[in-house]
Structures are given as C-alpha cells and as structure tokens.
C-alpha cells in the first residue's frame, strides 16, 4: 500500500552530500511510491543530476526521520524532516 504525502517535507544534506547535490536542504512532496527510507534512497538518483552521484552509493548513506536514525526499511509516513549524512566514525 503506498503512503499518502501531503505535507511538505525537509530533506537536510551533510557532509559530503550537501557538498555533491549543492543543498543544504529542500522542502518537497515525495511522490506516493515512496513508502520507505529505502524507497526514498532508491528514488534520489533517478531525480537525475547531482542527486545521481551523490546517492550512487546508498549503502553508504545514514538516514535520520526527525532526528532519530532509522533503518531502510523504516516507513517514512508522517516524518516532517529526513537528514541524510555519511556514517559517523568516533575515535
């Protein structure tokens, strides 16, 4: 069943992916078919340029649903802000 999106939502980019797509963030309504992080994450590259390089990798990208991780498989229903950054490495 797909979601219904009808609120905007804040897509925030860290790092090197606010370096590749040029955004720090975006307000937009996903189209329906986006269900999941995974989903989302596989819809990126296909908004064609710079989202294509910087999502050619979504096995290397961390998503966050208002501020708390989530997994790919995580539905994205309801989430007003999505962050999207690199995995965090601590020393």
Do not use: C
């Not at 590749?20 to 189209?31: A, H, I, S, V």
């Not at 708390?68 to 962050?83: F, L, M, S």
């Amino acid at each position: 069943m797909a979601a219904v999106h009808d609120q905007t939502i804040v897509l925030r980019y860290f790092a090197w992916l606010r370096e590749k797509t040029g955004l720090n963030e975006e307000r937009l309504t996903l189209p329906p078919e986006i269900v999941t992080v995974a989903d989302l994450l596989s819809w990126q590259p296909t908004r064609g340029h710079p989202f294509d390089l910087a999502f050619a990798k979504p096995e290397a990208i961390r998503v966050a649903l208002d501020h708390a991780h989530a997994k790919p498989a995580a539905p994205i229903a309801g989430a007003r802000e999505i962050a999207f950054f690199p995995p965090v490495t601590g020393g």
